[in-house]
Antibody, heavy 121, light 110 residues
């Protein structure tokens, strides 16, 4: 069974940084691309970033490009999202999502439970 | 920029059939797969349809997906509605290096 456990969320001041982690189990982690999707309070879903299984290819939403960095450690079965220059509009629940293929364009299908990031002074 | 448009809300009675539409702003639907996600209140999303019309294991066959390339739209159809189907539903497709979600549709089963 696929399990995805996000951590690292919390309260951070505007302009600050935070790193989210997603511990994966139940599948061969390095064989699948992974994504981050977020949801602001009371709002819809927004795709944030994706990373290929081998870690060589990335995609980012325009709203986070240049501020967020997605990465993975396949030896630890863990996905990361390094967030910097955080803004109030980055406040959201961040979901880690497994895709159905290795390539960065893999379709998101299996979701974690999410971790809340709040950007506020 | 590519956009996916969904109705804000739909409602139907238990046992009936409902369809939720997802219309693309350009001719992407039909060229790229469409996915559908269900999100119950207070819970993480789950996948109910991927690759236009494929159901993940565990999703009942009451859920089906279809594409109409001529109208650049996709639809999620739920038959034999149950109260547990009451949730927000989101469509998702891909264009030019990014994934795009529809705004979501609130399904009320009353």
């Amino acid at each position: 069974e696929v399990q995805l456990l996000e951590s690292g969320g919390g309260l951070v001041q505007p302009g600050g940084s935070l790193r989210l982690s997603c511990a994966a189990s139940g599948f061969t982690f390095s064989s699948y691309a992974m994504s981050w999707v977020r949801q602001a309070p009371g709002k819809g879903l927004e795709w944030v970033s994706a990373l290929s299984g081998g870690g060589s290819a990335t995609d980012y939403a325009d709203s986070v490009k240049g501020r967020f960095t997605i990465s993975r450690d396949n030896s630890k079965n863990t996905l990361y999202l390094q967030m910097s220059s955080l803004r109030a509009e980055d406040t959201a629940v961040y979901y880690c999502v497994k895709t159905i293929g290795e390539v960065v364009t893999g379709i998101p299908v299996s979701w974690g439970q999410g971790t809340l990031v709040t950007v506020s002074s | 920029n590519f956009m996916l448009t969904q109705p804000h809300s739909v409602s139907e009675s238990p046992g009936k059939t409902v369809s939720i539409s997802c219309t693309g702003s350009s001719g992407i639907i039909g060229s790229n797969y469409v996915q559908w996600y269900q999100q119950r209140p207070g819970s993480a999303p789950t996948t109910v349809i991927y690759e236009d019309n494929q159901r993940p294991s565990g999703v009942p066959d009451r859920f089906s997906g279809s594409i109409d390339s001529s109208s650049n739209s996709a639809s999620l159809t739920i038959s034999g509605l149950k109260t547990e189907d009451e949730a927000d539903y989101y469509c998702l497709s891909y264009d030019s290096g990014r994934w795009v979600f529809g705004g979501g549709t609130k399904l009320t089963v009353l």
